[in-house]
């Protein structure tokens, strides 16, 4: 795991505020219009695989846990049990759903939560509503900044690590991210994308359900 402590610590209240968010527009705005096209192509290809809607939104809790919606490119089908629940991931995940998210071309138009400043290009991923009464408070500090696009978890293993080790390289981020930890971050995504690393979590397509820190003390125990 690459430490944060490598970097040079510039994390001034400037940067971490207005610096952060004009860092987010400066990237984001420019990528959202060369990317156009890409975003085009990706949208026809969802429509042409797994029919409409394109977009994917679903609420997820950001900065202060505030609920946002946030955009996907769709990547699983919409096929029901006989009682009209949704089937598990794995069923719904077709080839192409799953080389949309190993390329992570299913984020995309997240770049439009980032212009909107509902996301920034760096933070802790935004997780399931669901998920908001189980954190602990030091697992609850995540929300102490905007989620992001890519995260210190995300180039730490991603999907192939555990909730502990995921939530304590949040929690990392969020007392030490500076403009240089950022700037690491986004090349070290690129490095992990083109590699597809940590994709997915062993024995599932994503990532196991999270069920609190009391439930991973009883399974530990």
């Known amino acids: 795991m690459v430490s944060p402590s490598d970097l040079s610590p510039l994390t001034s209240p ?26 085009a192509v990706v949208a026809l290809l969802v ?7 394109v977009i994917f939104a679903q609420e997820r809790p950001g900065l202060g846990g ?5 955009y996907k490119f769709r990547s699983m089908t919409d096929e029901r049990d006989s009682a009209g629940q949704l089937l598990p991931d794995d069923v719904r995940l077709t080839a192409f759903g799953r080389w949309l998210r190993a390329s992570s071309l299913d984020e995309l138009p997240e770049i439009w ?6 996301m920034s290009l760096v933070g802790p991923r935004p997780l399931l509503v669901r998920y908001l009464p189980l ?4 697992q609850a500090r995540r929300h102490d900044v905007l989620p992001g696009v890519t995260g210190w978890a995300q180039v730490n293993g991603r999907n192939a690590i555990s909730w502990e080790q995921k939530f ?13 930890m950022d700037l690491r971050i986004l ?3 690129a490095f992990k994308v083109f590699r597809r690393d940590g994709v997915s979590a062993a024995d599932h397509v994503t990532m196991p359900e999270f069920r609190g820190q009391g439930e991973q003390d009883r399974l530990a125990a």
């Open 113 to 118: 939560n980032v212009i909107r400043g509902e």
């Open 66 to 70: 505030r609920i946002f919606k946030m």
């Open 187 to 189: 090349y070290l995504t």
């Open 47 to 53: 429509r042409w695989k797994l029919g409409s809607p």
């Open 135 to 138: 954190y602990s408070p030091e």
């Open 168 to 180: 304590a390289l949040d929690q990392q981020y969020v007392e030490e991210h500076s403009l240089l």
């Open 14 to 39: 400037m940067y971490r505020t207005i610096g952060k968010r004009l860092f987010d527009l400066a990237i984001a705005v420019p990528l959202a219009i060369v990317m156009t096209p890409l975003l």
